[in-house]
């Protein structure tokens, strides 16, 4: 039984990515991920608005209470005000990368055309395999038109890519207008991957406390529909690899992705759930599938039920909703 | 190559380069020698033959010589950096380096030992004080010195071996910046062959080429062996004037072991060594250009004394001598210098050549850092021309207890017109002394500029004035004392313009630039009148920024810095305006360009919209307003308060003459009271009807200035318009109301208060029932309240609840209003130890944060209640703490032994009922200790009547009867290094005294060097890769004995728990111990999630709470109780708020990740012990076997 894919021109051991999450903050998560059997791992995502506080903040600080009083001009020693910048970031990616087989993604969340640019670089420098670039700009301003949100992505996209030479991955979110020819501008300005998809944070209501707050809870099965029907469409129409993410926690759902025309499938919410560990239970279950249904290596599945290449998509769309509500609408809490 | 740098630096960047190993320990002005090449080294800069030095900080100066003598006695070039107490604490080690012939060189910023007082500035007591030790002694009298003769010292030790001191003046030389020529390698190793660090190590010990040394000699060699030294020492000044010549060759700078300056034939001659013989040149140089035939000699090598030198030094024309001492020695003669300047000349045939001796007149000047002025030695000079000088005089103050001191002219202006002085009054952290700093380093950079600095910080940690002293000129500048007739004032806080040193040092037509928050045309209106009288008489030209307001909208906070630094720069005229401007911007690409490109934008914004905004303000021809100026303390102030304190508090503190001072250091308590400082724009304020009356915020205030009480609501009807109050919440007391009062000119903004606070408005989860507010428009209401509610009942101790935070906080505080930092972690303990015990408490305080905000003049925080009870308060050393306190309670336990005694002897006289009541009394509650008070005030009344030694005798010691509270408190770095051995043996003496520990887990009050207490990968200075070793953990080692309570507590987390923690401590008849988790600006924090870092701190188990009671072990159960439940928060969760861990996390992320993973480990373990512990059975823990003991 061969699991091995490409991703992105990289060579996977398998089809199993552990995505972005706080399991890939040390040396010794990526350790134990790797441990778990994954095929990859994507390190957490480096924020730069996050890097710009933390520098502001640290200078601050640093400098607190200092000039003050005779006996303690300063509090710490001269390094304290230094801006922090990527170093955490950059030296985890060489560690990783040198303490595990299989590749390490670095993501980059950033807000400034420079910023984008500039970390992108460094992490190449430090030793990343590929970058994904997590594009988050939920368009909160009601006046700003959708054209220019996705134009912004174009831009982020073609920017990153003249700035570095290894691939490039995005990860969408789907809330375009038109999220099939958002994937395929992309394609075009050369992604290397996409990334379906990712979440947005939703904000939740206390009425206890009558506070806001954020909210950002892991994954289910159920939401996998979405990025399913995307990866089902795109499949074979685009240049670029695509990645499943979202709602995995069993191994049914990696075998659903890839008939669906997944190259890869993420996962993070299950391992959160149930530890890295949990990578083995998906990558068994595959395994056992595989061996069930026949299929003796991913070429022989991927994509089978993908929408079928030449068909009129929006058609082929539109038949199946219309097809599931009757089924709905016969089987479901009975007759209306 | 020139530079601009300080007195340390100048010293260390040799020092370094010349040695091997540095054995530390912080001592200010010293400090940061030691933290640069600490610096230095974790950076791996090498020393001149390549190699890093190795810089290690000892638990103590003691310590610190210890190991310094170990490492040159095994081979190493070894150094150490020290001062005041810290050298007397090397004098033991000092005897044996030098009686072994052994090369070193120790670097001190002199400073004053400590004796009716400690002081951290500078003078020469400390050297003189080792004097005798056979050390060589060098100074240096500037920061040029500083730097040349550190490399004459370090040669001169390995050609002559003998080890050398060489000095500065602290602060004034350790401090000041100065622009320097710098030695560079090929200088320092044309004097230090390394033929002489190989003849260095091949006199060390090894077993390649054993010997003994240390041995121990009889009275048959002892006096032979010590006298074969003499040699070495008839050798040295010899080879020291011989290095300093070659030096001289190199460098142009030529120095001599004795220098002399002025009239050749001059009759009136000064003798000194220091700073203050720069001071004496330029005033020599003054009036021997007025035709007055004076002279001053300069000493450079005081040991061994170069009596030869001086005499030849001196002209054969001098007929009377004034040798200038910055020391006192009380009993003696005269001081050292005085005494050895007489006996060389003594010995010398009285005068070079002639037959009589001339007149030799001791003087003492700039104690602790007392300013010398030219006109200072002018009035030396002429107190030489009297027909009879004071044989022994005194200059810079006014003697007026036993005469001593001379007249002088404070006016006199020796300076070449080309200096420019400024002066720049700011708050601390407002970022004035760095952007002076900053302007220092770029005009010192300027080929053809000489640029000097001077820095005086107040008393207080936080909300402090700075004042920054600046001269620019072409010439070298030799100056070193305050800035007087400044072309240029900057006051960078409209608060500090009534100070009268703002307008008092500048000169007529200086320039004035003022930070205020009013627009140009408004300000003059806003002044007092006598500021405007002054302004007009000075012919003061005044320019206005709204500095705060720019700062603020660049992006910048409050700090105010660049927005002035280039404001001073376009109106001082220094630079050529563009050519300022634009090395203002390249010194903001460099200063800030490591913290972030936005800082850096910010920054530059600041600098454009600071040129937009600064105005001329152009003044009328008269004064306009009537408003006087704020009093510095109430009329109704007691007297030492107006006369001296006040005094003090404004600036004018050098006026004061020898008698309005205490002779024996002692001080009255309850002076802050008087001092409303009005540092915070925002305060807390009250909101009564939210609530819940529960005392978590006065329970957590660090400065003491939340106060609640409740009284019979009736008492309102006189209260002023808006005072606050509401009912009590508590049953059983009805027509009770409650106030919150917040004293807001005492309040500094911290907001503890809010973040404690439990409740919230419905709806608006940052409402809560005590907020910040702005300051100004509520302070006048403020002050009628905080006088109508000092006018309400005090609570009476017997009926308040001590069980509980709540009622805790009726009680008065006793410790108010200190200079301790915004949000210190501190105080809070401090405060309940006086509001639960302070009306009978002896407290002995170790150095350290709590000695400075508890005892740096001109204000008192420990006060008395409303009977005039209150914390006596002591603080003695910083080794010796717990000693300190032990003694504390053998004098009660003594004197109460012969008050029992004499009450026996004379209880028929005196009452049988009375003397048993008295003697048998429990005094455990409230109550009792009344009670008993009551009695002692009885015996008092019917002793008077009882004509008798025996009686008198009683009456001397009756304040013993009441139960005495011997509290020892102190920070870790006292409890944890260089107190620990004193603390441990305290603890082990079994006696009833109460240690507590304010654990910050770094020397805070020298600015974070760590101490034993510091965490595992927490940044330190001394620990700039991050800790290594595990904190200590003294709780366990105090339990161990079986006889000591111990408790370990945090506020932020568990109040309840700490307040029972305190109370049993208390009660416990034997040795304390209460270790409390404090919060610190050096942690790395915002100080506001102090408390929230301390609850971080308890959850994820760093920092477990515990309580272990040798009573409870005494009746068969188990002692030792786990009060903080298992932890729940990864401990990253705590540590990532804090810089001194994140600072690692971006200095070297693999060793953070490493540490980190090592501290979660540890605390998981510790955690475990602790667990097991709170299962034992008590027979497994030790028993205590005193005797008796209640």
């Known amino acids: 039984?061969?699991?091995?894919?490409?991703?992105?021109?990289?060579?996977?051991?398998?089809?199993?990515?552990?995505?972005?999450?706080?399991?890939?903050?040390?040396?010794?998560?990526?350790?134990?991920?790797?441990?778990?059997?994954?095929?990859?791992?994507?390190?957490?995502?480096?924020?730069?608005?996050?890097?710009?506080?933390?520098?502001?903040?640290?200078?601050?600080?640093?400098?607190?209470?200092?000039?003050s009083f005779a006996e303690s001009l300063s509090y710490f020693p001269s390094a304290a005000g230094e801006e922090p910048g990527p170093r955490r970031y950059l030296s985890l990616i060489e560690r990783a990368s040198a303490a595990v087989d299989i590749p390490v993604i670095a993501s980059l969340n950033g807000v400034t055309p420079g910023g984008w640019t500039g970390y992108a670089r460094a992490m190449q420098d430090a030793g990343a395999v590929a970058i994904e670039l997590n594009i988050y700009y939920p368009p909160g301003d009601p006046r700003v038109p959708g054209r220019q949100v996705e134009q912004r992505h174009v831009d982020v996209l073609e920017r990153v890519k003249s700035a570095v030479t290894v691939p490039v991955a995005v990860k969408l979110n789907p809330y375009f207008s038109s999220t099939g020819e958002m994937a395929l501008r992309l394609d075009g300005a050369g992604a290397d991957a996409l990334v379906l998809f990712n979440r947005f944070a939703h904000l939740d209501i206390d009425p206890e406390t009558l506070t806001v707050t954020p909210g950002l809870g892991l994954s289910r099965s159920a939401e996998a529909r979405l990025p399913r029907t995307w990866i089902a469409l795109l499949h074979r129409r685009l240049r670029a690899s695509l990645a499943a993410s979202t709602g995995v926690e069993g191994p049914e759902d990696v075998a659903k992705y890839l008939l669906a025309g997944a190259d890869i499938v993420m996962t993070t919410s299950s391992l959160l759930r149930h530890g890295p560990g949990h990578a083995g239970v998906l990558l068994d279950g595959l395994h056992a599938w595989m061996q069930r249904r026949g299929f003796a290596d991913l070429g022989e599945l991927r994509g089978k039920l993908a929408v079928p290449y030449g068909v009129d998509e929006a058609t082929h769309e539109r038949a199946g909703y219309v097809a599931a509500m009757q089924t709905a609408n016969s089987t479901m809490y009975g007759p209306w | 190559m020139r530079a601009t740098l300080d007195g340390n630096e100048a010293a260390v960047t040799v020092a370094y380069r010349l040695n091997e190993v540095c054995c530390i320990f912080p001592?200010?002005?010293?400090?940061?020698?030691?933290?640069?090449?600490?610096?230095?080294?974790?950076?791996?800069?090498?020393?001149?033959?390549?190699?890093?030095?190795?810089?290690?900080?000892?638990?103590?100066?003691?310590?610190?010589?210890?190991?310094?003598?170990?490492?040159?006695?095994?081979?190493?070039?070894?150094?150490?950096?020290?001062?005041?107490?810290?050298?007397?604490?090397?004098?033991?080690?000092?005897?044996?380096?030098?009686?072994?012939?052994?090369?070193?060189?120790?670097?001190?910023?002199?400073?004053?030992?400590?004796?009716?007082?400690?002081?951290?500035?500078?003078?020469?007591?400390?050297?003189?004080?080792?004097?005798?030790?056979?050390?060589?002694?060098l100074a240096s009298s500037s920061v040029q010195e500083a730097h040349d003769l550190a490399l004459v010292a370090q040669a001169a030790t390995l050609e002559t071996r003998v080890p050398f001191l060489h000095f500065f003046d602290g602060f004034r030389t350790s401090h000041e910046l100065s622009t320097i020529e710098l030695l560079n390698d090929d200088d320092l190793n044309a004097l230090v062959p390394e033929e002489l660090v190989h003849a260095h190590r091949h006199r060390a010990l090894s077993p390649e080429h054993p010997f003994i040394r240390g041995t121990s000699q009889n009275p048959d060699v002892y006096f032979q062996a010590r006298e074969t030294v003499n040699p070495f020492y008839a050798a040295t000044p010899g080879v020291v004037q011989e290095l300093m010549s070659r030096l001289g060759e190199r460098t142009g700078r030529q120095y001599h072991l004795v220098d002399y300056s002025g009239h050749p034939e001059a009759e009136r001659v000064i003798v000194i060594m220091g700073s203050g013989s720069a001071t004496a040149r330029a005033t020599v140089e003054h009036l021997v250009a007025r035709g007055e035939r004076v002279g001053a000699v300069t000493l450079r090598l005081y040991r061994p004394f170069p009596a030869g030198a001086l005499v030849d030094a001196l002209p054969r024309s001098v007929a009377r001598i004034a040798v200038l001492d910055r020391t006192k020695e009380p009993g003696s003669i005269g001081e050292p210098l005085f005494l050895d300047v007489l006996a060389a000349i003594a010995e010398n045939g009285g005068g070079s050549g002639g037959s009589t001796m001339p007149l030799v007149v001791g003087g003492r000047y700039g104690l602790s850092s007392k300013e010398l002025t030219p006109g200072m030695v002018a009035g030396v000079f002429d107190e030489l021309s009297e027909d009879t000088p004071r044989r022994?005089?005194?200059?810079?103050?006014?003697?007026?207890?036993?005469?001593?001191?001379?007249?002088?002219?404070?006016?006199?202006?020796?300076?070449?017109?080309?200096?420019?002085?400024?002066?720049?009054?700011?708050?601390?952290?407002?970022?004035?002394?760095?952007?002076?700093?900053?302007?220092?380093?770029?005009?010192?950079?300027?080929?053809?500029?000489?640029?000097?600095?001077?820095?005086?910080?107040?008393?207080?940690?936080?909300?402090?004035?700075?004042?920054?002293?600046?001269?620019?000129?072409?010439?070298?500048?030799?100056?070193?004392?305050?800035?007087?007739?400044?072309?240029?004032?900057?006051?960078?806080?409209?608060?500090?313009?009534?100070?009268?040193?703002?307008?008092?040092?500048?000169?007529?037509?200086?320039?004035?630039?003022?930070?205020?928050?009013?627009?140009?045309?408004?300000?003059?209106?806003?002044?007092?009148?006598?500021?405007?009288?002054?302004?007009?008489?000075?012919?003061i030209q005044l320019y206005v920024i709204d500095a705060a307001r720019i700062a603020r909208e660049a992006g910048l906070g409050g700090r105010v810095n660049t927005v002035l630094q280039i404001c001073f720069f376009a109106i001082s005229g220094v630079l050529a305006r563009d050519d300022a401007i634009a090395r203002v911007?390249?010194?903001?690409?460099?200063?800030?360009?490591?913290?972030?490109?936005?800082?850096?934008?910010?920054?530059?914004?600041?600098?454009?919209?600071?040129?937009?905004?600064?105005?001329?303000?152009?003044?009328?021809?008269?004064?306009?307003?009537?408003?006087?100026?704020?009093?510095?303390?109430?009329?109704?102030?007691?007297?030492?308060?107006?006369?001296?304190?006040?005094?003090?508090?404004?600036?004018?503190?050098?006026?004061?003459?020898v008698s309005a001072l205490p002779v024996d250091g002692t001080w009255p308590s309850g002076t802050a009271a008087y001092e409303k400082r009005n540092i915070s724009d925002i305060v807390a304020a009250w909101d009564p009807d939210l609530c819940i009356q529960c005392g978590n915020c006065s329970f957590v205030c660090p400065h003491s200035v939340i106060r609640s009480s409740y009284y019979e609501t009736s008492r309102l009807q006189g209260a002023p318009d808006g005072?606050?109050?509401?009912?009590?919440?508590?049953?059983?007391?009805?027509?009770?109301?409650?106030?919150?009062?917040?004293?807001?000119?005492?309040?500094?903004?911290?907001?503890?208060?809010?973040?404690?606070?439990?409740?919230?408005?419905?709806?608006?989860?940052?409402?809560?029932?005590?907020?910040?507010?702005?300051?100004?428009?509520?302070?006048?209401?403020?002050?009628?309240?905080?006088?109508?509610?000092?006018?309400?009942?005090?609570?009476?101790?017997?009926?308040?609840?001590?069980?509980?935070?709540?009622?805790?906080?009726?009680?008065?505080?006793?410790?108010?209003?200190?200079?301790?930092?915004?949000?210190?972690?501190?105080?809070?303990?401090?405060?309940?130890?006086?509001?639960?015990?302070?009306?009978?408490?002896?407290?002995?305080?170790?150095?350290?944060?709590?000695?400075?905000?508890?005892?740096?003049?001109?204000?008192?925080?420990?006060?008395?209640?409303?009977?005039?009870?209150?914390p006596a308060w002591s603080n003695s050393l910083f080794?010796?703490?717990?000693?300190?306190?032990?003694?504390?309670?053998?004098?009660?336990?003594?004197?109460?032994?012969?008050?029992?005694?004499?009450?026996?002897?004379?209880?028929?006289?005196?009452?049988?009922?009375?003397?048993?009541?008295?003697?048998?009394?429990?005094?455990?509650?409230?109550?009792?200790?009344?009670?008993?008070?009551?009695?002692?005030?009885?015996?008092?009344?019917?002793?008077?009547?009882?004509?008798s030694p025996m009686a008198t005798d009683l009456a001397s010691v009756v304040d013993h009867l009441v139960r005495r509270s011997v509290w020892i408190v102190g920070g870790d770095g006292w409890a944890y290094d260089i107190g620990a051995g004193g603390l441990d043996h305290v603890l082990a003496s079994g006696r009833n005294v109460n240690v507590l520990v304010l654990d910050t887990e770094v020397y805070s009050n020298t600015g974070g060097q760590m101490s034993k207490a510091t965490p595992l990968g927490a940044v330190a200075k001394f620990a700039a890769a991050g800790k290594t070793v595990e904190k200590k953990d003294l709780a366990l080692q105090a339990i161990a004995y079986g006889s000591v309570y111990v408790a370990r507590v945090a506020m932020g987390a568990d109040p309840q728990q700490t307040l029972r923690a305190f109370r049993e401590a208390e009660a416990y008849d034997g040795p304390s111990l209460v270790i409390?988790?404090?919060?610190?600006?050096?942690?790395?924090?915002?100080?506001?999630?102090?408390?929230?870092?301390?609850?971080?701190?308890?959850?994820?188990?760093?920092?477990?709470?515990?309580?272990?009671?040798?009573?409870?072990?005494?009746?068969?159960?188990?002692p030792f109780l786990l009060d903080s439940p298992r932890p729940r928060l990864a401990l990253t969760g705590y540590t990532r708020r804090e810089l001194r861990y994140s600072m690692l996390e971006s200095s070297d992320p693999a060793e953070a990740e490493r540490l980190g993973a090592l501290a979660q480990a540890a605390v998981a373990q510790r955690w475990d012990t602790y667990e097991e512990m709170a299962t034992r059975p008590a027979r497994r823990f030790a028993a205590d076997a005193r005797k008796e003991h209640r």
């Open chain 1, 1 to 67: 039984m061969n699991l091995a894919t490409t991703y992105m021109g990289l060579a996977l051991r398998n089809p199993l990515v552990a995505s972005a999450s706080p399991l890939s903050r040390t040396v010794d998560g990526v350790h134990r991920l790797a441990d778990a059997g994954v095929g990859a791992v994507v390190l957490y995502s480096l924020f730069e608005e996050e890097l710009d506080a933390e520098a502001e903040r640290q200078s601050w600080i640093a400098d607190a209470g200092s000039e």
């Open chain 2, 27 to 137: 001592i200010t002005p010293s400090s940061p020698m030691a933290e640069l090449a600490d610096e230095w080294s974790s950076r791996h800069r090498t020393n001149l033959w390549g190699n890093i030095p190795s810089v290690v900080e000892m638990q103590s100066e003691g310590g610190a010589a210890g190991a310094l003598h170990g490492a040159l006695q095994g081979g190493a070039l070894t150094t150490t950096f020290t001062a005041s107490q810290g050298l007397l604490l090397m004098i033991p080690n000092m005897y044996k380096i030098a009686g072994e012939l052994t090369s070193t060189v120790f670097h001190v910023a002199a400073r004053s030992l400590a004796a009716q007082a400690l002081s951290i500035f500078g003078d020469h007591a400390d050297v003189m004080a080792v004097r005798q030790t056979g050390f060589a002694l």
């Open chain 2, 392 to 539: 022994h005089l005194t200059v810079g103050i006014d003697d007026d207890v036993s005469g001593t001191s001379i007249d002088y002219d404070p006016s006199l202006d020796i300076e070449p017109p080309g200096t420019f002085k400024a002066v720049f009054f700011g708050l601390g952290s407002d970022g004035t002394v760095g952007a002076n700093k900053n302007t220092i380093k770029i005009l010192g950079a300027e080929a053809g500029l000489y640029a000097q600095g001077y820095f005086v910080y107040d008393s207080k940690k936080s909300g402090s004035q700075t004042v920054s002293h600046l001269r620019f000129g072409a010439e070298p500048i030799d100056a070193p004392y305050l800035v007087d007739k400044a072309r240029f004032v900057g006051c960078h806080q409209l608060g500090l313009l009534e100070r009268p040193e703002v307008l008092g040092r500048a000169a007529h037509g200086a320039t004035l630039l003022l930070n205020c928050p009013y627009p140009a045309e408004d300000v003059w209106g806003t002044l007092a009148r006598p500021i405007q009288e002054q302004m007009l008489e000075k012919a």
């Open chain 2, 585 to 657: 911007r390249e010194s903001i690409e460099k200063s800030y360009g490591r913290r972030g490109s936005r800082i850096v934008e910010a920054n530059l914004r600041a600098v454009d919209r600071a040129l937009e905004a600064l105005a001329r303000v152009d003044l009328p021809t008269e004064a306009t307003t009537t408003r006087k100026l704020t009093p510095v303390v109430p009329d109704d102030a007691p007297e030492f308060v107006r006369r001296v304190t006040a005094a003090m508090m404004s600036g004018r503190g050098d006026e004061l003459p």
């Open chain 2, 723 to 870: 005072f606050e109050s509401a009912p009590l919440r508590e049953r059983g007391l009805p027509q009770t109301s409650y106030t919150l009062q917040i004293y807001a000119e005492d309040c500094t903004g911290c907001a503890l208060c809010v973040e404690a606070c439990p409740v919230s408005a419905p709806g608006e989860p940052d409402r809560k029932a005590i907020n910040l507010t702005d300051r100004e428009p509520i302070v006048s209401a403020a002050r009628e309240h905080v006088a109508f509610f000092e006018t309400l009942p005090v609570a009476e101790r017997s009926r308040v609840d001590f069980g509980t935070v709540r009622g805790t906080q009726f009680l008065e505080p006793l410790f108010e209003f200190s200079g301790a930092c915004a949000g210190c972690g501190e105080t809070p303990y401090i405060k309940l130890l006086s509001q639960l015990f302070g009306d009978r408490a002896v407290i002995a305080n170790a150095t350290g944060c709590s000695s400075i905000y508890g005892g740096n003049l001109p204000t008192t925080p420990w006060t008395t209640n409303a009977d005039g009870r209150g």
């Open chain 2, 879 to 947: 080794e010796d703490n717990a000693e300190f306190g032990l003694g504390l309670r053998l004098a009660s336990d003594a004197q109460e032994t012969i008050a029992r005694r004499r009450l026996a002897e004379l209880r028929d006289e005196i009452g049988t009922e009375l003397v048993d009541a008295i003697l048998e009394a429990r005094q455990l509650t409230e109550s009792e200790l009344q009670a008993q008070r009551d009695r002692v005030a009885e015996l008092v009344r019917r002793l008077a009547g009882i004509d």
């Open chain 2, 1076 to 1118: 409390a988790y404090s919060h610190c600006i050096a942690h790395g924090i915002d100080m506001r999630d102090g408390l929230g870092q301390q609850y971080r701190a308890v959850a994820s188990g760093c920092w477990p709470l515990l309580r272990y009671d040798p009573m409870l072990r005494a009746t068969g159960a188990n």
